[in-house]
C-alpha cells in the first residue's frame, strides 16, 4: 500500500506548477524545517499537548476494548482468515487521494496560489503521517484481523497498528476541513472528516484493520495534519524581503503579523 501512495504522491506534485519562493509557497527549505520541526516536537510539548496526548492514547485503549466485538459485526462465524491478502487497498485510498489530485489541478487551471499551498499541505501532511505510521507498524506488529482472530497478537510482525489509510485520509482531511473561507467551513469539514471517517469505515468492513488501529491513525492523522496548517499560519505571518538600494546595495526587511 505505501508504494501506491508513494507513487500517487509524486504524480500529483507533477501535476503542481512551480510559483516563486514567498511567505505563501513552500520551498525545500520549508519542507525540510518542517520535517525536523514534526519528529521532535514533542520536545517542545506543553501541558496541553501533553494532555491532548493522553486523551488520545485513552480513547484508543478504550476502542481496544471493542476490538472483538467490532471484527465479529462485520465477520462471518467461521470465516476463513485470508492472510496479506488486500484487494480494495486502491479503492479505500481512491477518496483521500482524490482530494489531493483535485485540489492540485484546481489550482492549476485558476492559476490560485492559495490553492496550491493548500494542495502542497495536503501532500505534506500525508507524506509525514504515512511515514510516522510505517516507524509504528514496525514497532507494534500487530497482526491483521484477518490473520488472526487473536486481539492482542502483537510483535509478531504485522502491519495493522495504525491503519495506514486511515491515517492519511484524516491527515489529508484535516488540511481540507481546516483551510480556505469560514463561509464553506461547515461543507469542507463534514467532506474533510468525512472522508476520514469514511475510509476507516472501509477499512473495518474489509476486516483490514481493528478498530484501534483506524481510532489510532484518526488521532495520528488529525494531529499531522494540524501540525502542518500551523506551520503555514507561521510562515504566512512572516516574510523576508530583500531589496536593491542605489549604489550597488541592497536592503533586508523581516515583518511578521501581529495578532
Known amino acids: 500500500?505505501?508504494?501506491?501512495?508513494?507513487?500517487?504522491?509524486?504524480c500529483v506534485l507533477a501535476l503542481l506548477?512551480?510559483?516563486?519562493?514567498?511567505?505563501?509557497?513552500?520551498?525545500?527549505?520549508?519542507?525540510?524545517?518542517?520535517?525536523?520541526?514534526?519528529?521532535?516536537?514533542?520536545?517542545?510539548?506543553?501541558?496541553?499537548?501533553?494532555?491532548y496526548f493522553g486523551g488520545a492514547l485513552g480513547i484508543i485503549a478504550a476502542s481496544h476494548q471493542l476490538d472483538g466485538n467490532v471484527r465479529r459485526h462485520f465477520t462471518t462465524p467461521g470465516q476463513p482468515l485470508t492472510g496479506d491478502k488486500d484487494p480494495n487497498a486502491l479503492r479505500d485510498a481512491a477518496p483521500a487521494l482524490a482530494v489531493v489530485a483535485g485540489t492540485a489541478l484546481a489550482s492549476a487551471f485558476a492559476d490560485s496560489s492559495s490553492g496550491r499551498i493548500e494542495a502542497f499541505s495536503m501532500i505534506e501532511a500525508g507524506a509525514l503521517s504515512t511515514v510516522t505510521a510505517e516507524g509504528f507498524k514496525f514497532a507494534a506488529g500487530r497482526l491483521r484481523p484477518d490473520q488472526t482472530t487473536r486481539v492482542d497478537d502483537w510483535r509478531a510482525g504485522g502491519s495493522s497498528f495504525p491503519s495506514l489509510h486511515a491515517t492519511a485520509a484524516f491527515a489529508i482531511g484535516t488540511v481540507l476541513a481546516e483551510s480556505g473561507s469560514d463561509d464553506f467551513r461547515w461543507a469542507r469539514r463534514l467532506l474533510g472528516y468525512g472522508i476520514g471517517a469514511g475510509t476507516?469505515?472501509?477499512?473495518?468492513?474489509?476486516?483490514?484493520?481493528?478498530?484501534?488501529?483506524?481510532?489510532?491513525?484518526?488521532?495520528?492523522?488529525?494531529?499531522?495534519?494540524?501540525?502542518?496548517?500551523?506551520?503555514?499560519?507561521?510562515?504566512?505571518?512572516?516574510?523576508?524581503?530583500?531589496?536593491?538600494?542605489?549604489?550597488?546595495?541592497?536592503?533586508?526587511?523581516?515583518?511578521?503579523?501581529?495578532n
Open 1 to 10: 500500500m505505501t508504494h501506491i501512495i508513494k507513487a500517487t504522491l509524486c
Open 17 to 51: 506548477p512551480c510559483a516563486p519562493s514567498s511567505a505563501e509557497t513552500f520551498t525545500v527549505g520549508d519542507v525540510w524545517t518542517d520535517t525536523k520541526l514534526y519528529f521532535t516536537s514533542p520536545l517542545r510539548w506543553d501541558v496541553t499537548d501533553w494532555l
Open 200 to 258: 476507516a469505515y472501509l477499512r473495518l468492513h474489509d476486516n483490514q484493520h481493528w478498530l484501534s488501529d483506524t481510532v489510532a491513525g484518526a488521532a495520528l492523522g488529525t494531529a499531522t495534519g494540524a501540525f502542518v496548517l500551523n506551520r503555514r499560519s507561521q510562515r504566512a505571518n512572516f516574510g523576508v524581503s530583500v531589496t536593491p538600494t542605489p549604489g550597488g546595495g541592497f536592503m533586508v526587511g523581516f515583518n511578521k503579523l501581529l
